[in-house]
């Protein structure tokens, strides 16, 4: 009989916990049907890429507002994501074929991870910047990657791709930006 009593508290203490548990997690969902879209889809095509700093591998400091006036590839990436790592061959084939007015950066998610080494195996030459405290893919929103954002040379999003892409993808995008 103590045994069963003693279950019966166990189990309805721990039903106590998930349902104020559930209604925590509850409070913090958005409040609204559009807030709740913008939270699953990121930034918006139209709005202004938030201006960031980030380091280089070579330990340089690339911001984006400096580079406004150019057209700008943003590509949020990982060493451990598999469909980054396809697109990779691509975007440094792409990175040899555009003008001055065009940059492709590249920012890695996960630097506490040998980038170094994944960049040096895979013959990357263009810049790739590395969010250490994770604030870039924070403001810009990430969900997925590898998301690309195309930044016109007015620092305006006018396209975003997720997934990996095709070097005929990243002519067509950029060739778009104005």
């Known amino acids: 009989m103590i045994k069963k009593v003693i279950a019966a508290v166990v189990l309805v203490s721990l039903l106590t916990v998930a349902i104020v548990q559930a209604m925590d997690k509850k409070t913090d969902t958005p409040k609204t049907a559009t807030e709740a879209s913008a939270a699953k889809e990121g930034l918006s095509i139209g709005s202004s890429a938030p201006d960031f700093e980030l380091k280089t591998l070579t330990g340089d ?88 954002y195309f930044i016109n040379s007015k620092g305006i999003i006018q396209n975003k791709y997720t997934g990996s892409m095709k070097l005929d993808i990243m002519k067509k995008y950029t060739q778009e930006l104005n």
């Open 61 to 148: 400091t690339v911001t984006l507002s400096q580079l406004k006036g150019k057209k700008v590839m943003l590509n949020f990436w990982a060493t451990w994501c598999p469909p980054c790592k396809a697109e990779m061959p691509e975007m440094e084939q792409f990175s040899k074929q555009i003008g001055d007015d065009t940059v492709i950066l590249a920012v890695n998610i996960d630097p506490q991870l040998d980038v170094q080494g994944f960049v040096n195996e895979n013959k990357i030459t263009f810049p790739i910047l590395l969010d250490a405290e994770d604030k870039v893919n924070e403001a810009y929103q990430i969900l997925s990657i590898p998301t690309t």
